[in-house]
């Protein structure tokens, strides 16, 4: 079972590069969220949504756009890449906000 | 207030040991609660959801306390693999709002 996948796992991107980072979720669940977890820190949302179609911001949303054309994949991108913008990015999805998440195993991003 | 708020940690514990840990959050509406695992670079998995009656499984215990906004987990037996960063997860409206987790460390 392959869940949910993130590609790329590790990119290294110069200020000011656009990239756009894939999540792919095979269990037809509804929700798909995006995070970043920076050192000593929790996980922060940066947007989610709730069916296909359909995004909504977080609390982290800005240098961020996402999109959920079909159901089972939600794209996150960088416009406009920031070395504020270094993480690492986890991608999660659920069946609902009443149900648990299950969680990619990341891609790692460095902007230098 | 934070959103949802846990021991600082870290806990250094002995194997064999009982450990601990506790969450508050601030929405009393919040209706899903979950207790995830992290180990260091890797992605967050779920350890347990957390009932109204609480709820067992194996040596993990987790209870919630709807009235007090808090919910608690305890690992029996501690062992040298259950050393990782226990986050505690709430659901607010449609998305969920993670706490900055308690670290915990097992030592032989």
């Known amino acids: 079972n392959a869940g949910v996948t993130q590609t790329p796992k590790f990119r290294v991107l110069k200020t000011g590069q656009s990239m756009t980072l894939l999540c792919a979720q095979d269990m037809n669940h509804e929700y798909m969220y995006w995070y970043r977890q920076d050192p000593g820190m929790g996980l922060r949302l940066i947007h989610y949504?709730?069916?296909?179609?359909?995004?909504a911001k977080g609390e982290v949303p800005d240098g961020y756009n996402v999109s959920r054309l079909k159901k089972q994949n939600f794209l996150l991108g960088l416009e406009s890449a920031a070395p504020s913008q270094t993480s690492v990015y986890f991608c999660a999805s659920s069946y609902g906000s009443l149900k648990p998440q299950h969680f990619g195993d990341g891609t790692r991003l460095s902007i230098l | 207030r934070k959103e949802v708020e846990q021991d600082p940690g870290p806990f250094n514990v002995p194997e064999g040991a009982t450990v601990a840990f506790n969450c508050t959050y601030s929405n009393s509406a919040s209706q899903s609660f979950f207790w995830y695992r992290q180990d260091c670079r890797k992605e967050p998995k779920l350890l347990m959801s957390v009932y109204s009656s609480g709820n067992e499984d194996g040596r993990f215990t987790a209870q919630l306390n709807r009235a007090s906004q808090y919910i608690s987990l305890l690992i029996r037996d501690s062992k040298l693999s259950d050393s990782a960063t226990y986050l505690c997860?709430?659901?607010?409206?449609?998305?969920?709002?993670f706490g900055p987790g308690t670290r915990l460390s097992v030592l032989p």
């Open positions: 949504s709730v069916g296909e179609g359909t995004t």
């Open positions: 997860v709430v659901n607010y409206g449609q998305n969920f709002v």
